[in-house]
């Protein structure tokens, strides 16, 4: 609480309202950097955006520990929807599917809000790594995407294609 003379006095915001306010000012704040780096420098601002969500994905998948069983969808994708419920008070995710070898998360609205697919991709390098660092045996992919025009967001984490004999 920042320290005020004796005869002034703030009202005390809530904690929840505190939280709400200042993650959706740094998820706006974020959408706006993306722009602003896909607009000055195109392909090489999608690299950096990619290259350091990416980075970020590997850390955070770092700090897990052994709270994510190794190669099981259900454990890392229970983990990402811990990540997701810190940013998506603007629209509930909803598990859609739930089996050992697929999750599907359905989000209606991107907590970002992003609006352009090339940088929903970019920054989605972070789940991308996430889930790879985690589970080197599972994948993660988005299947619908709203940037992209559909009316909401899937988050899919599944088990990695294993290579036909042909190949």
Do not use: W
């Amino acid at each position: 609480m920042v320290k005020l003379p004796q005869d002034v006095h703030v009202p005390e915001i809530p904690l929840e309202r505190k939280y709400r306010s200042v993650v959706a000012g740094l998820t706006a704040r974020i959408k706006a950097i993306y722009d602003a780096l896909y607009d000055r420098f195109g392909d090489d601002g999608l690299q950096l955006i990619e290259e350091v969500s990416a980075a970020y994905g590997r850390e955070i998948a770092l700090r897990a520990g052994e709270r994510v069983k190794p190669n099981d969808v259900k454990s890392t994708a229970l983990y990402l929807l811990r990540i997701f419920d810190l940013v998506s008070f603007i629209s509930e995710p909803e598990v859609t599917e739930f089996t050992d070898e697929r999750v599907v998360i359905r989000v209606d609205k991107c907590p970002y809000p992003l609006e352009r697919p090339e940088i929903c991709r970019a920054h989605t390098a972070m789940e991308i790594n996430l889930v790879r660092t985690l589970s080197p045996e599972l994948d993660y992919r988005i299947g619908k995407c709203v940037p992209a025009g559909d009316d909401y967001c899937e988050h899919i984490v599944c088990r990695k294609a294993k290579p036909s004999a042909a190949e």
